[in-house]
């Protein structure tokens, strides 16, 4: 119902348009996840870093346009809309396993390494915004040496767990879970236990109804919009389900979960700290005094353990994709050619090897050297939602959508403008912010 009370209500009628013109759906793909079990996968995937700098969006664009933004980014969103898009186009056709295959479809060969280049764009922020993290939260912990000192440290840790298996690392996504939870109880509990300023939800920091810097509302966009990115799994999830006829009432579920923890998260930091609000909100929890000290250096420990547990599972994919490119990548082989590979190695075989060890050492290197020189937390998160989520999220599936229905609608052509305007605008703040 919420969906009617905004223009974007619009999206309806479009979805409508699509799902008319495109072919009966065959639902069944053997998937095995339940509809409970998907949506907890998609939360999981939503909720994430994004969170730590939402209430820093929120001093940037105001009370007003903050709430409009999440509202519109979340419950009637670019985001949620396209999600069912995307959907609907894999259900379409069952052989369209990712979101490189639906761009094949749509726009061709030729648009395969666009599409791989912008996700490794992404996931190669992704990868600084994790070195960034744990560097910061372990200052903040131990303010001794700089962040940029544990940051070179964390090579010690971060260079061998690329080379642990996937089936391993997977693992690790727990940690993420866990540190998400904790992070939205402390700063509730920290917000309803302090009675005066600074950092009291019954005591509110100085905030602002509307826009104070240009600038900083083209750094929100990208700030709100990169919590709500993640599309990249949705063929994923659509062919994992049991019945995929239910992933957009799934996912209707999850963004309006996912938008409200967002929106809380944001206007509780946004009251606690107000104006003066830190680009890592977990930063202002340690700092800020009369809290709980043990209850929040937990938090942090874990804002420094799951990073860095994360960066190998992150970076897994980017890495792959480059040994491929590069034309070093081992084929996928049976247990009969592994045997013979170790008590036969050929030199083609070790060369690739070495190469690929080589890689993945210098894309860790890399990241961490980007950290480095770029040290703004929130500069690196601005520039993923302008840039990566802008086109992965919307102009992506929309491009999708018009290429594959052979016509572009008004609704369409003012999505794609408005998105375009908020990626070069959102981009642009972030570089120069940065």
Known sequence: MLLKKYPGGLWIVGLQRLQSRLPAPKYKFGGASTFGQTLFNSIAILLGIGMLSTPLAFAYAGWIPGTILIGFYGFVSLSHHRAKILAQIIRSDHRLRSYTDIGRKAFGPRSTGLISAIFCLELFSVSVILVTLYADSLHAIIPYYSSNAYKVWGLLILIPTVFLPLSLLSYTSILGIVSTILMIVVILIDG????????????????????????????????????FSGHAVIPSLVHDMEDPSEFDKMITWAFVVATLIYGLIGYAGYIMFGISVSEEISMDLLRTPGYNPTLNQACLWMLVISPMSKFALATQPLNATIEILLGIDLPPATHEDVAKRLAEPSHGTSRKRILGMVQR?????????????????????????????????????????IAMKGSCGVFDAVAVGLAVVMAVWGTVAAFLSA
């Open 192 to 227: 309803a236990t302090k009675k005066d300023q600074p950092g009291s939800l019954w005591s509110p920091a100085e905030t602002s109804l509307g826009i104070e810097s240009w600038r900083h509302l083209g750094i929100a966009y990208g700030l709100f919009m990169a919590g």
């Open 361 to 401: 050492v210098a894309l860790t290197l890399l990241s961490v050297g980007v950290s480095v020189l770029v040290p703004d937390f929130s500069a690196v998160m601005a520039f993923l939602g302008s840039f990566s989520a802008f086109l992965i999220v919307v102009i992506g599936p929309i491009g999708a959508h």
